[in-house]
């Protein structure tokens, strides 16, 4: 048998089932398009009658053309290409032999088949399709006469899908048929018949069965129009005589598949009603599912084809994208009328040119071939397990590995350098400030002594300023340092020897009396020398926005000199002299505020309302936050900004209070763990990190609390961005979100109680829910300047119309800045009256980046301290703040 050639694979399935689809079982099919060809048939004599004109032309072998005979309705000659056109006057068995026959005759050779009709009503699909099918199966035949030496079995089964309805056309029974999907014979018919054929008469007999059995009717399209799509089955199993019943036997089986469509066709046109109109619905609906299967197979993507969207199309698949030759005869009427259902014809036909199907032969084995196979198989593959890779390839590998090895150990190495510095940077600071705590006699901390903010003793706050720019890093390095750890109130002068200032010789008497001086400049240097500056930078990044927009308010409150650090000192006392303590109590009833600004070493004087030169009482204004100031300074109704990095800062701070407050709970001798926590009064913050499953409730609570209380206590609304903006729900955030509330509990409590700071803590912070109010109105006045200065006309309208301001009304920035956070229980409008602050200031929004770029990572828990304490009761592994 010729024609089973090396092409020939190995099926294991009886017939082809999913496998064979594609292309499973290690067998390689063959990729083949789908064969289009286009039949038009003469005009009817009722198109005659009407006078219809012929308005397609095969003007070729391949292609048909339209052209309008219509000289009032001109249109542009179309052209079509397909892999063979058949004009009006070609017979079927010229279709046949020249565009089918190939196709067809696969199935001898153990290769599914499949021939199509496909086009609208009384197009002519019958009447091909019936051709077609005699003179495949009558040249099945003659094959089968000219091969002798080969035994075959021929089998046939047919079916009809009526409205969605699968019918068995070789039965009596009228009974629906179910389709069922198994991962071996992949979709089959359940019960249908198949009848072993005795000979071609047989055969034709049966095709008359069907013939009569299918469901037809009358239409005013086609006297006998079929109403069901028919699919005729004629299965080929062929074995070579000479192995019938021996070990080598095998069986090539495959099937050709006629299938004569439903014909497409317009309600309105085929004037169909009731029965007829049903099932026209049924047949373009399952044409319009055939339609999306060949249109996305044809698409050659992996998209997923929507074969189980009709029951023709599950019938189908193997047919259409899988494991067959097929063949699709497009008929087409050329009558006027019909123009339009011709073009969708030639559309489909176009589609279904670019499908690709896998076609294969499909052998199947006696049990006696089948098991020697597999031994065969088995033995193959133990072979191939036996001997090692070859030594090209293991060479490879080894020496990807090893790059890999050698990447991660440099990279460790890397990171074991940063470590030792960033360890070494750590200590020397540590020994620096713990050498001035020994020598500066101090002595044991004071209950009274607060933890100071690191401003040499001598210096106002404001008078930091005067510290040199060259120091400042070193200065807030130390600071933060200080500040966090010791709880003390020894002061340390970065500038000493540097200064000429009385200040500067305060200082320099500080630490001329331990004879540390030396000790600390060298350190000094070397940390400035070592000292990253991109924080530095970065900070400089951020304030610059603040800065020009400060320049574009008109000027800034602060005096000239060392806006920064006086910035950042105001910052700082507004939070220690009224954020974290206003109301709170020494043991003995003073204010801790009180306490905190009266401690040695801090001017007389110089509390809440700062005697620094420049600095005025009534520009004072910085929200509790620091985040804001909105002044009456310079009598100009100036607004300023205070930037990020004060806000950052200040947090900071009150996270390292708290941090500190931490270590001091868990400190036994209770050192400084008396005064600074017990007199502070709060409790110990819970280690969110215990639960971090639960932490994203617990931040989504938190965030809500907070943004609540923000509310109810009218908090700035750049404190709120800065805020919100920051903090997204990371674990480590956990104790400034604790800090935030503490804080906003606090104050709520207190305008609840209707008690009013006292006038030492009456300053940056509101000292009732009226003047919070007040400032919030300002703040949310100056918002809506903003809006005119930041924002475009385009962007402000598009704003009016998302915040449901109308547009004619009037002060419509400032109704927009009303609005900004009020709805507290909206997440919605909390991120975009968020987002648009930020706008508003100039702020992009920080994100996880900038939030790192301010360390703002507070994570206590996740690397426990050493329980040892340095000499100034410092912890070794206290987290960096700066
Ligand atoms: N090529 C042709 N030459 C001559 N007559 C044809 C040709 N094609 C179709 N006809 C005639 O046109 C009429 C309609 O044909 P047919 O029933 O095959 O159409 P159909 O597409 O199957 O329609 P339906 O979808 O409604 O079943 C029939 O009378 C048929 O004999």
Redesign the pocket.
Known sequence: MGAIGGDQSVQWDKVAGPDAVNGGGGSVGRMDRIQVLV????L?EKEVARGEPAEWECINDTTVMFRSTFPDRPTAPTAYTFDRVFH?D?S?KEVYEEGVREVALSVVSGINSSIF?Y??????????MTGVTEYTVADIYDYINKHEERAFVLKFSAIEIYNEVLRDLLSAENTPLRLWDDAEKGTYVENLTEVVLRDWNHLKGLIAVCEAQRR?GE?T???????SHQILRLTVESSAREFLGKDKSTTLVASANFV????S?RASQALSAGTRLKEGCHINRSLLALGTVIRKLSMGSNAHIPYRDSKLTRILQPSLGGNARTAIIC?LSPATSHIEQSRNTLLFGSCAKEVVTNAQVNVVMSDKALVKHLQKEVARLESELRQPASSSSLEALVKEKDNQIRKMEKEIKELKSQRDLAQSRLQNLLQTVGDHAKHSGSGKRSARSPPSIGIPPGISRDDSSQISHDDSDLYKEVRCIETSGTGRNEQLDLSAGESSSPQGSNMNSSLHGNGSNASVNSRRSRLLSESPITLEQHLENIRRPFVSLGRDLGSLTHNSSGSRILGRSRSCRSLMGSTMFDGMEMDDGTPLHRSLVGFPGRPEGDHRRGSAPNYDAESETLSRAGTIVSTKTNGAGVTEFTGIGEFVAELKEMAQVHYQKQLGNQDTDGEFGDCTIKSIGLDPIADASQSPSRWPLEFEKKQQEIIGLWHACSISLVHRTYFFLLFKGDQADSIYMEVELRRLSFLRDTYSRGSTPSNAVVGSLNSSPVASAKKLQREREMLARQMQKRLTAEEREHLYTKWGISLDSKKRKLQVARRLWTNTEDLEHVRDSASLVAKLIGLQEPGQVLREMFGLSFAPQQQPPPRRRSSNGWRYGIPSFG
């Open positions: 039949r038009l048939r003469p009817s009006s070609c079927t009709a086009g609208q009503t009384s197009s002519g699909k019958t009447y091909t037809t239409t399209l086609n006297e006998k129009s079929s109403r004569d469509l439903a014909g066709e008929t």
